[in-house]
């Protein structure tokens, strides 16, 4: 959607729905799950299914004037790493020691990491069909390469180029229009002032009037009146300033941990110090260490990651959304449908109707 182009808001929908929904609604404690499997071997198997791709429309009526931070939101952790380029060199983010060995043993060195930066599995428009609508955009510009071709990054760079991907989320969009979603641009790796205005001009151009430039936190009824899809959240505050369709960076709660009980109990804690006001990421991704690394040379974080996914539904599904001090918002994980995650997170917000 170009910049010029105006869209027509759309009418109130479901009219009829919005007479008889309040009864229907409280009365439905979940939508169906969606996704994949784990095998016995404990790999990953997506299995296709497109059951949350329209679940905002969906949603009860009650709550469609629910602000979106007291919504209960699927996100991806580290959205794009499922075309990490295997070719390409080491961030230069990285310590010194992981470069070196890159360039003496880069045969070694790159199936390594790259076996442990993968967090995802289906791509952009896959993970959008699965319900996910936080997308966590890891920006950066490599050294070597054109001078205005934008990667994303985890330790290593993408095959695909970040404007080729804002424009497949804008084609998503034009085919899901009752559907939000929210980008958070992060990371900005050898981004220059330059490279940042163009970044931004990017999505101003691809995105046009879907976006929703930043101000109080809307519902999805106010942002389908105003035909908006899109809030851009970046990480870079001085051009955060200088631009109203930007907003500011969104608290991503990241734990650090090797085991999810130890996640779990992060997260526990930063609830009870109370939740941010707008909003907010809780990451229910693990994060391995150079310890657990060398101790499982035959792993990934894939393997890591799959066996602990049980634990942490668990833990999805006992949480709340909402005002609350403890309520959550934003809930992102890794290998988005390897289970029945987004319809967990989805199926929070019925708790809604019953307070």
């Given amino acids: 959607m170009g910049a010029g182009v105006l869209r027509e808001p759309l009418r109130d929908p479901l009219t009829d729905r919005e007479r008889t929904g309040a009864r229907r609604c409280r009365g439905h404690a979940g939508w169906p799950p969606m ?5 016995a071997s404990g790999s990953f198997q997506s299995l296709p299914c497109t059951t949350n791709a329209d679940w905002m429309s969906a949603l009860c009526p009650l709550l469609w004037d629910v602000p ?25 983010t990285q310590s010194r020691l992981l470069q070196l ?9 790159r199936p390594l990491v790259l076996k442990w930066s993968t967090t ?10 699965a319900g996910v609508r936080y997308l966590d955009l890891r920006i950066a510009h490599m050294l070597v390469g ?22 497949e989320i804008s084609e998503w969009l034009e085919s899901h229009p009752r559907e939000v979603v929210i980008l ?50 970046y990480e870079e505050a001085s051009v955060v300033s200088r631009h109203a369709e930007l907003w500011p960076g969104i608290p991503y ?24 006001g707008g909003l907010f990421v809780a990451g229910i991704n693990l994060t391995e260490n150079l310890a657990y690394v060398l101790g499982h040379p035959s792993e ?21 959304p909402g005002p609350g001090a403890r309520c959550t918002n934003v809930i992102a994980g890794d290998f988005i449908g390897a289970d029945s995650f987004v319809g967990d997170v989805v199926g929070l917000n019925a708790k809604l109707l019953h307070r």
């Fill in 101 to 109: 060995l890159d360039k003496v043993l880069p045969c070694v060195t």
């Fill in 35 to 39: 996704g994949g499997q784990l095998s």
């Fill in 68 to 92: 979106l931070h007291h919504l209960s939101i699927p996100g991806s952790h580290d959205t794009m790493t499922y075309c990490l380029n295997k070719n390409s060199p080491i961030s230069q």
């Fill in 253 to 276: 709660w990241w734990g650090d941990q090797v085991k999810a009980q130890e996640l779990i109990r992060y997260l526990e804690r930063m609830k009870s110090c109370g939740r941010p």
């Fill in 146 to 167: 054109s001078e205005k071709n934008l990667h994303f990054v985890h330790m290593v760079y993408t095959t695909v180029l970040v404007e080729d991907t804002l424009t």
């Fill in 300 to 320: 990934s974080l894939q393997k890591m990651t799959l066996p602990s996914l049980p634990c942490l539904r668990a833990w999805v599904r006992e949480q709340c």
């Fill in 184 to 233: 958070a641009c992060r990371n900005f790796e050898g981004m220059t002032e330059d490279l940042h205005e163009y970044l931004v001009a990017c999505i101003k151009n691809i995105f046009g009037d879907m976006l929703c430039p930043r101000g109080e936190v809307p519902t999805l009824r106010q942002l389908w009146a105003r035909g908006q899809q899109v809030i851009v959240s």
């Fill in 120 to 129: 995802q599995v289906l791509n952009v428009t896959e993970q959008l069909d």
